[in-house]
C-alpha cells in the first residue's frame, strides 16, 4: 500500500497548521512536518535522540502526573474506561495484553459487540516481552509499560471521529497540554497490520522519540483483496476503528530528559539497587552517551555499542565502558523486572513451565540472577512492592500474602536449580564436547540455568569459551509466548438455526421436531431438547423416533447456529421426528454442571483469588474441575472446602439465569465472568449463585443449591505445575460414592474382625505386622542366597571365574542368586533347581561367555531342551541325578573358562 500515491494521509489538517509532506533522505519513508528545513523523518536511527537533557515540554512529569495530564485533556469528550486486566480472559488467542485494542478485539472490532466507550479514553497496562534481551541495554526498552489511547469506532450509521480529528487530538495535546513546539513534531506514514486487520497510520516522533501511533483500522485480511501490505492481501472493512497508543513511559521521559527511561518513570528503585550493590561501577556521565549511541544504530548490538562509544569518549577505555554499560545493565533490567513482576502478581500469575507462568518464571529468574550478581542484599519483593507502590492507581491490589508466597517458593526452586546445575552442565559438555544455543535453551527449560552461569561453570571448569547469543532470552521468549491454533477441518454446512428448547424450559424431555439436513447418520432439526456437547458438560443421549422406527441419538454438536444430531440409522429431510432426552444421564449432568459453579465459588473463597478454572469435565458418576494454585491442597482444606459447600446447599441459593449484553455483563459480575471460555455472540448467558459465584455458561442448571443434596470430593492432586486437578461428585453420585465407601468399610471389618470405632488401627496394625514379616522373610531369603553362593563350586580359568551353585527347591530365590554372581563379577554361573521328576538349570553370563551355547552343550550331553540368549539361557532334564548334572556343569564351565 503506497501511501504516496493512494493520497489517504493527505489531511486538511496538515495544510491548516502549514504541515509539508517530505520523503526521508535516509529511510524514503513519508512523512509530514511544520518544520520546513526538516529533512529526516524522526525515527532514530535517522534522528537522534536530541531531547535527553533538553526536554521539550513546558514542565516534567511523574507517570501518575502525565497520566492524568492525559485523561483529563479527554475529559468531556470521551468516557474513561477503567484498565483492564493483563492476562486476557475475554480472548483465547494471546497470553498477555501487549496494547489497549487488545481490550476490544476480537469482539468490538469485528463488530459483534459495542464497544464500552464511544468515543472511549483510557490507560492499559501491557506486557511486551518479545525484546527482552534489550530492556536495560539500549535506555529506552521495557517489559511493561502503560498505554494511553483515546479510540473511536465508526459504524455505517454512525461517525464518531476519523483521520482528521485523531491527528489533532493528538497535536493539541502535545502543543497545548504539553507546550511542545509545533516544529519539533513529524508525523510519519507507515501502513499497520496485526490480528488480521490493517491500515493507514502514523507514528508520531518529538525530538527523535516516538510518542504515540495513530492506526486508522479499516482493513481486514482477504486472499482476494485489492490492497497488499507486506504480501498479505486485504480489503475494506465496514467498521473504521481509530486504535491510538501513546506511551506514558515514552511521555514522562520526553518531559524529563533523563539519560534513561528508567530514570524517568522509577528513578527510586534504580537509586535502591545502585545504593546495595557492591560491586557498582556507576558512571553518570557514561549514561547520556550509551542511551543516544543505541538509538543511533539497527539493529542493536552490545558490541557495536561499546565500539561506537568508545570511539566517542577517547578517556575511557573499552573495558571500562563495557564494565559498566553490564552494571547498569543489571540495575535497569531488576528494575524494570520489579515492575513487571508486580503487574503479573495483582493479576494473580501463577509461577508455571507453560503460557503465562512461564513468563513470569523467566522474569523472577532473571530477577534472581541479577540480584546474585549485583551482590545485593535487596529482596525481590520489595523491589516489587516498591513498584506496584508507583502505580497502585491503575492496578488491582497486591495480595501481598500470595506475592510473598510466590516469590519465596521461587526462589527456593532456583537455588537448589543452582546447587545441581553445574553437574548438569558438566556432564552435557563432557558427552557432546561444546554447548550450543539450544542446549543453553533446553538448560534453561529443563534446569533454569541462566546461560551466562552455564558459561562461568564451562569456562571455570573445562577451559571451554561458550557464545551466548545476545538475545537468548528473546529466543526462549518466543518459543513460550505463541498460543497454539487447532486448525481442525470442519465440514461445510448449509446455514440453519436449530431452536434450543432447552434454554426455553431446562425440563422438557420430549419435543417434536422437523428434520432440515440430513447426511449419513446425520441430521439438523429445526428444534431439539438435546443438550449438545460443550463448556464440558457432554452430550445428552436418548432416541429419535422416525416413521414409527426409533434411533439412538449418540451425540448432539453445536456448530454455528444448527445443532447436529449424530444417530445410528439415517433419516431422511423433511421428515417428523420425535425426540425423548435420557432422563437420567441429563439430570447427573445438570447436578454435576451447578455443583462445579458452586465448588468453584467455593475454592476462591477458601484458597484465594488467585483460583482460575483452565479446564473442567461433568460426568455420570464423577466430575473433575483443574484449577490454578500453587501448592497441593491437604486433606484438612478439602474438609474445609466441604463443610463451605454443604453450608451454601443448607442456604438453599438460588440459581439465576440470565442473558445480559456483554458490557452490562462485565460492569455488574466482572472478568471473572470468564472462568468456563469466551462467549462467542453479544451477550453473555450468566449463571449466578447469588453471593457465591457468577460466570459466563451455557450448560443446564438447577434452579437452587439445596437441589444438589451434597459435594464429595473424591480427590485433589497437581496435573503440572501450578494446576491443581479436583475429582468430584455430587447429588446421587456423591450418596453412591459414599455407599460404596461404607460397603467396603463394612467388608474390611469383618475380614479384619474389627469395628466401625477401631477399624482404622486393626488395619494399620496389620499392615505393620504384615511389613515386619516381609523385611523378616528378605532378610531370610538374602541369608539363603549368600549360604548357596558360599557353598557353589567356584571354577576358575583364563577366560574369568565361574561358579555353580546348587538351589535344590528354592525356586524363587533365582532372581536374588543371579543378581548375586552378577555383582560379584563372576563372569559365567549355573544355577541348578530341583523340579518335581526334573531338574532346570539356569546359566547366567556377563557377556564374553555365551550362555545360550553353553545351555546347548548341557542339552546334548542330557537330552534335556534349552531356551534364552547369550546373557540368560535355561536347560528343563528329565530326571534328577544332580551328581551327573554337577559333573557335566564343572566340565563345561572349565572347558569354556579355559578356552
Known amino acids: 500500500m503506497s501511501q504516496a500515491t493512494t493520497g489517504e494521509l493527505d489531511l486538511e489538517f496538515f495544510s491548516k497548521h502549514n504541515f509539508s509532506k517530505k520523503r526521508c533522505r535516509i529511510c524514503g519513508s513519508y512523512f509530514w512536518t511544520g518544520d520546513k528545513s526538516r529533512t529526516t523523518c524522526g525515527d532514530p536511527p535517522c534522528d537522534s535522540y536530541s531531547f535527553i537533557g533538553q526536554s521539550p515540554t513546558v514542565s516534567k512529569y511523574g507517570l501518575a502526573e502525565m497520566r492524568q495530564k492525559f485523561l483529563s485533556f479527554f475529559e468531556g469528550t470521551h468516557k474513561k474506561i477503567d484498565p483492564y486486566p493483563v492476562i486476557p480472559r475475554w480472548r483465547n488467542d494471546v497470553l498477555l495484553v501487549n496494547a489497549s485494542i487488545y481490550n476490544f478485539q476480537p469482539h468490538v472490532t469485528s463488530g459483534r459487540v459495542k464497544p464500552p466507550g464511544n468515543p472511549l479514553v483510557m490507560s492499559q497496562p501491557s506486557i511486551r516481552m518479545n525484546d527482552i534481551d534489550l530492556v536495560g541495554a539500549t535506555g529506552r526498552h521495557l517489559t511493561s509499560f502503560e498505554m494511553l489511547c483515546h479510540d473511536s469506532f465508526n459504524y455505517p450509521d454512525k461517525e464518531v471521529y476519523w483521520k482528521e480529528e485523531t491527528v489533532e487530538y493528538c497535536f493539541n495535546f502535545l502543543t497545548d497540554s504539553l507546550g511542545i513546539d509545533r516544529q519539533l513534531i513529524t508525523f510519519k506514514e507507515k501502513p499497520w497490520t496485526g490480528g488480521g486487520n490493517g491500515g493507514n497510520a502514523f507514528e508520531v516522533f518529538v525530538k527523535g522519540l516516538e510518542v504515540a501511533t495513530l492506526v486508522f483500522m479499516d482493513l481486514k485480511e482477504d486472499p482476494n483483496g485489492p490492497i497488499d501490505i507486506d504480501g498479505t492481501r486485504y480489503s475494506k472493512m465496514s467498521l473504521r476503528i481509530v486504535d491510538t497508543g501513546y506511551g506514558l513511559e515514552r511521555l514522562t521521559w520526553l518531559s524529563q530528559g533523563s539519560p534513561t527511561v528508567y530514570h524517568a518513570v522509577f528513578p527510586d528503585v534504580v537509586d535502591a539497587i545502585i545504593r546495595n550493590s557492591s560491586v557498582a561501577s556507576e558512571n553518570g556521565d557514561l549514561l547520556e552517551v550509551l542511551s543516544k549511541t543505541a538509538a543511533s544504530f539497527e539493529p542493536f548490538s552490545e558490541t557495536t555499542l561499546i565500539k561506537k562509544v568508545a570511539e566517542k569518549l577517547s578517556t575511557l577505555n573499552p573495558d571500562e565502558i563495557k564494565r559498566s554499560f553490564e552494571f547498569y545493565k543489571k540495575v535497569f533490567a531488576l528494575s524494570d523486572h520489579a515492575k513487571t513482576i508486580a503487574i503479573l502478581l495483582t493479576n494473580y500469575a501463577i509461577p508455571s513451565n507453560v503460557r503465562v507462568g512461564y513468563l513470569l518464571r523467566l522474569l523472577l529468574r532473571r530477577s534472581f540472577f541479577y540480584l546474585n550478581t549485583l551482590k545485593t542484599d535487596l529482596a525481590l519483593f520489595d523491589l516489587v512492592k516498591m513498584q506496584y507502590n508507583l502505580i497502585r492507581d491503575i492496578l488491582p491490589p497486591l495480595d501481598q500474602e500470595f506475592a510473598t508466597k510466590i516469590i519465596d517458593s521461587e526462589k527456593k526452586k532456583y537455588e537448589d536449580?543452582?546447587?545441581?546445575?553445574?553437574?548438569?552442565?558438566?556432564?552435557?559438555?563432557?558427552?557432546?564436547?561444546?554447548?550450543?544455543?539450544?542446549?543453553?535453551?533446553?538448560?534453561?527449560?529443563?534446569?533454569?540455568?541462566?546461560?551466562?552461569?552455564?558459561?562461568?561453570?564451562?569456562?571455570?571448569?573445562?577451559?571451554?569459551?561458550?557464545?551466548?547469543?545476545?538475545?537468548?532470552?528473546?529466543?526462549?521468549?518466543?518459543?513460550?509466548?505463541?498460543?497454539?491454533?487447532?486448525?481442525?477441518?470442519?465440514?461445510?454446512?448449509?446455514?440453519?438455526?436449530?431452536?434450543?428448547?432447552?434454554?426455553?424450559?431446562?425440563?422438557?424431555?420430549?419435543?417434536?421436531?422437523?428434520?432440515?439436513?440430513?447426511?449419513?447418520?446425520?441430521?439438523?432439526?429445526?428444534?431439539?431438547?438435546?443438550y449438545p456437547e460443550g463448556g464440558g458438560q457432554p452430550s445428552d443421549v436418548g432416541t429419535i423416533t422416525a416413521a414409527g422406527k426409533q434411533f439412538r441419538m449418540l451425540k448432539a454438536e453445536k456448530?454455528?447456529?444448527?445443532?447436529?444430531?449424530?444417530?445410528?440409522?439415517?433419516?431422511?429431510?423433511?421428515?417428523?421426528?420425535?425426540?425423548?432426552?435420557?432422563?437420567?444421564?441429563?439430570?447427573?449432568?445438570?447436578?454435576?454442571?451447578?455443583?462445579?459453579?458452586?465448588?468453584?465459588?467455593?475454592?476462591?473463597?477458601?484458597?484465594?483469588?488467585?483460583?482460575?478454572?483452565?479446564?473442567?469435565?461433568?460426568?455420570?458418576?464423577?466430575?473433575?474441575?483443574?484449577?490454578?494454585?500453587?501448592?497441593?491442597?491437604?486433606?484438612?482444606?478439602?474438609?474445609?472446602?466441604?463443610?463451605?459447600?454443604?453450608?451454601?446447599?443448607?442456604?438453599?441459593?438460588?440459581?439465576?439465569?440470565?442473558?445480559?449484553?456483554?458490557?452490562?455483563?462485565?460492569?455488574?459480575?466482572?472478568?471473572?465472568?470468564?472462568?468456563?471460555?469466551?462467549?462467542?455472540?453479544?451477550?453473555?448467558?450468566?449463571?449466578?449463585?447469588?453471593?457465591?459465584?457468577?460466570?459466563?455458561?451455557?450448560?443446564?442448571?438447577?434452579?437452587?443449591?439445596?437441589?444438589?443434596?451434597?459435594?464429595?470430593?473424591?480427590?485433589a492432586e497437581p496435573i503440572q505445575e501450578g494446576i491443581q486437578r479436583i475429582t468430584f461428585c455430587a447429588g446421587d453420585a456423591a450418596l453412591e460414592y459414599v455407599q460404596k465407601l461404607h460397603r467396603n468399610e463394612r467388608r474390611i471389618e469383618q475380614i479384619t474382625v474389627s469395628t466401625m470405632e477401631n477399624v482404622t488401627e486393626t488395619v494399620e496394625k496389620l499392615y505393620n505386622e504384615n511389613l515386619s514379616l516381609k523385611k523378616e522373610k528378605s532378610k531370610l531369603e538374602k541369608d539363603q542366597v549368600t549360604r548357596a553362593i558360599e557353598s557353589g563350586i567356584r571354577i576358575a580359568g583364563p577366560g574369568g571365574e565361574g561358579i555353580l551353585v546348587n538351589l535344590g527347591q528354592y525356586q524363587h530365590l533365582l532372581n536374588l542368586v543371579t543378581k548375586a554372581i552378577l555383582s560379584e563379577g563372576i563372569e559365567v554361573g549355573a544355577v541348578v533347581i530341583s523340579e518335581t521328576g526334573s531338574l532346570r538349570v539356569s546359566i547366567i553370563s556377563r557377556g564374553s561367555i555365551a550362555a545360550d551355547s553353553l545351555a546347548r552343550s548341557l542339552a546334548e550331553k542330557t537330552g534335556g531342551t534349552a531356551e534364552g540368549g547369550s546373557r540368560f539361557a535355561t536347560v528343563n532334564i528329565r530326571g534328577t541325578d544332580e551328581i551327573l548334572i554337577n559333573d557335566l556343569l564343572s566340565k563345561l564351565l572349565k572347558q569354556v573358562l579355559n578356552a
Not at 561453570?457 to 498460543?483: A, C, K, M, W, Y
Not at 439430570?587 to 483460583?611: E, N, P, W
Not at 458418576?621 to 490454578?628: A, H, L, P
Open 559 to 715: 456448530r454455528g447456529n444448527a445443532i447436529l444430531h449424530h444417530l445410528d440409522g439415517q433419516i431422511p429431510e423433511r421428515t417428523r421426528i420425535i425426540g425423548k432426552v435420557d432422563s437420567f444421564v441429563r439430570d447427573r449432568h445438570t447436578a454435576h454442571h451447578s455443583a462445579t459453579h458452586l465448588l468453584l465459588g467455593t475454592l476462591i473463597k477458601v484458597l484465594g483469588k488467585h483460583v482460575w478454572q483452565t479446564g473442567v469435565q461433568k460426568g455420570i458418576n464423577y466430575s473433575r474441575i483443574d484449577i490454578t494454585h500453587y501448592e497441593k491442597i491437604t486433606d484438612d482444606t478439602i474438609e474445609t472446602i466441604e463443610q463451605e459447600c454443604l453450608k451454601a446447599i443448607r442456604e438453599g441459593h438460588e440459581i439465576k439465569v440470565r442473558n445480559l449484553e456483554w458490557n452490562r455483563a462485565l460492569d455488574l459480575y466482572g472478568f471473572r465472568l470468564f472462568q468456563g471460555g469466551v462467549p462467542d455472540g453479544n451477550h453473555i448467558r450468566v449463571v449466578e449463585i447469588e453471593g457465591i459465584d457468577a460466570e459466563g455458561c451455557g450448560g443446564t442448571h438447577l434452579t437452587n443449591t439445596s437441589q444438589i443434596g451434597f459435594i464429595k470430593i473424591v480427590k
Open 417 to 530: 536449580l543452582m546447587g545441581t546445575g553445574k553437574a548438569a552442565v558438566l556432564r552435557l559438555v563432557d558427552r557432546k564436547k561444546k554447548i550450543d544455543t539450544e542446549d543453553l535453551v533446553s538448560l534453561y527449560d529443563s534446569h533454569g540455568l541462566n546461560p551466562e552461569f552455564v558459561a562461568d561453570v564451562v569456562r571455570t571448569n573445562r577451559g571451554i569459551e561458550i557464545e551466548v547469543p545476545e538475545n537468548f532470552d528473546t529466543l526462549v521468549v518466543s518459543r513460550h509466548s505463541q498460543v497454539r491454533r487447532e486448525n481442525e477441518e470442519v465440514e461445510s454446512l448449509p446455514d440453519l438455526f436449530t431452536r434450543p428448547l432447552y434454554y426455553d424450559d431446562p425440563s422438557i424431555r420430549e419435543f417434536n421436531a422437523l428434520v432440515l439436513y440430513s447426511k449419513g447418520d446425520t441430521i439438523i432439526p429445526n428444534q431439539t431438547a438435546f
